[in-house]
């Protein structure tokens, strides 16, 4: 499979044709060949609309369920060969679905109506030189998570104020950057563990620019940080890369090398399953990595996938607690 999304108890390969597979081993064939090398796909909040993308291209593709009204998508050419394509399909706190990318620049987020291409909010030519990437909605439709570089190169995570923004779009200017005192350390990956709450890892290898501080998240470390505290929550040093994060649960799952399920408030490892793998990404910069297999999380479900050629593998986790 090409790509993996889940779609109710199926899996299905949007790239591939929408071609599917069932929890009880049945499978479907692709319905449509695309004309393009589109390598990603991500779904909106219910499904039904569905993003297909290049990682390292400039072109996109979104597709409502009945495929008649697709319109494409594009973001800038600069340095789109060595970054992840910035884009995120989620559900605002008033209940639009919307689409964030950065079709005027490398820097300048939008926000759109997922379905009909409606603008709702952009960041202006005074943007903060930062290219995003990595795009997360907060599970309260309110903020924006952004785990992409500066120029060094440099990772860094950044947060903007999504509900700002629909009132003024200048507020996607310049986002609350999880720079030092907060972070110290080249941040390898970030999500969303709750609407508060953000888990930031940061490389083992990089040193820190402009110096540490005991305060900050430095090299080598997972944290927990609290939005509304302004602190953290708990902080670790970390066993090696922790690799693409993702929510599960209380916990996250970590892909470097393998699935790694991890308590992010004690860094500990809860389970992990070595005979998968995942690839070896530790950056929103991946031109110089090897393809990372498709992996699919059911954060709700407490269940994900991971695909390597025609197999796919999917692992389900007990309730927590």
């Not at 820190?208 to 939005?227: H, N, T, Y």
Request: charged share 20%; glycine share 10%; proline share 6%.
């Amino acid at each position: 499979m090409r790509s993996l999304v889940w779609a109710g108890d199926r899996l299905a390969d949007p790239v591939g044709g929408g071609a599917s597979v069932g929890l009880d081993g049945s499978a479907t064939q692709r319905a449509v060949n695309w004309a393009y090398t589109f390598d990603r796909a991500i779904t909106g909040p219910d499904g039904q609309v569905t993003v297909l993308y290049t990682a390292l291209g400039t072109k996109g593709l979104v597709i409502p369920a009945d495929r008649r009204a697709a319109r494409e998508v594009n973001r800038s050419y600069y340095h789109a060969h060595v970054y992840e394509y910035p884009i995120a399909a989620g559900r605002l706190f008033d209940g639009t679905d919307v689409l964030i990318h950065c079709p005027d620049g490398y820097n300048r987020l939008v926000i759109e109506t997922l379905a009909g291409g409606e603008r709702l909010a952009a960041a202006t030519a005074r943007a903060a030189d930062l290219f995003q990437s990595r795009l997360a909605v907060s599970p309260d439709g309110r903020r924006l998570l952004t785990a992409g570089w500066f120029w060094h190169p440099y990772g860094v995570a950044a947060v903007y104020d999504l509900a700002a923004a629909l009132g003024d779009g200048a507020a996607l200017d310049h986002g609350d950057h999880l720079s030092c005192p907060a972070v110290s350390g080249e941040v390898e990956a970030a999500c969303w563990l709750t609407a508060d709450q953000i888990v930031v890892s940061t490389s083992p290898g990089e040193e820190p620019l402009g110096g540490e501080s005991e305060e900050a998240l430095g090299q080598g470390e997972i944290g927990v940080w609290s939005l509304e505290a302004r602190q953290w929550a708990a902080r670790h040093a970390c066993r090696g890369h922790t690799g693409t994060l993702h929510p599960i649960g209380p916990y996250v799952l970590a892909l470097f090398g393998h699935p790694a399920l991890l308590d992010p408030h004690t860094a500990q490892i809860i389970e992990e399953w070595p005979e998968l793998a995942t690839g070896t990404q530790t950056s929103s910069i991946i031109s110089r990595q090897q393809p990372v297999p498709p992996v699919a999380v059911d954060a709700a479900s407490q269940r994900f996938a991971v695909a390597a050629g025609n197999e796919v593998t999917i692992v389900e986790l007990p309730a927590a607690g």
